[in-house]
């Protein structure tokens, strides 16, 4: 009897130290819930490898330097590759708070790169308050190191 003792203790205390193992990310979630994967940090080097009629489905996380304040509906990221990732989130579906600027953020979705056109970028520095002097210094297109976000986890 004592055979099947052993095996249930041993089996629970794998499993207690399998949980115990994982690290606990706590915040909010925007858009879609998901799993962090523990390759993450591996992964801010995908824009090395693209071309501009390339996407990735991946995460990334980063320190967001910048949100939207007008409805909160895009920001940029600062990678540790030290890049900036400019993330809109998908089909408009949920925007992240206005003052989220500073805080550690985790994406899960599609990575790509993008030449943006004078007109959007004008958009999207009046959005983040530019000056009408910022803006006028913009013209030409730019290539953007662009994210879709379909979830994203703010970190507390």
Known sequence: MRPFNIFPTVFL????????????ITGNYFGETFTIEEEIHEQELVFD???????????MTGKIKEVCQAKGCWMNVALDSGDEVF????????????DAADKTVYMNGLAFLEEMSVEDQKHYAKDSGASEVEIAKITEPAHILRFEADGVLIKD
């Open 13 to 24: 205390l794998f499993l207690v130290n399998m949980i115990m193992a994982q690290e606990v």
């Open 49 to 59: 490898q693209l071309a501009i009629t390339d996407t990735v489905m991946t995460q």
């Open 87 to 98: 993330v809109r989130f998908k089909d408009y579906g949920f925007f992240v708070p206005k």
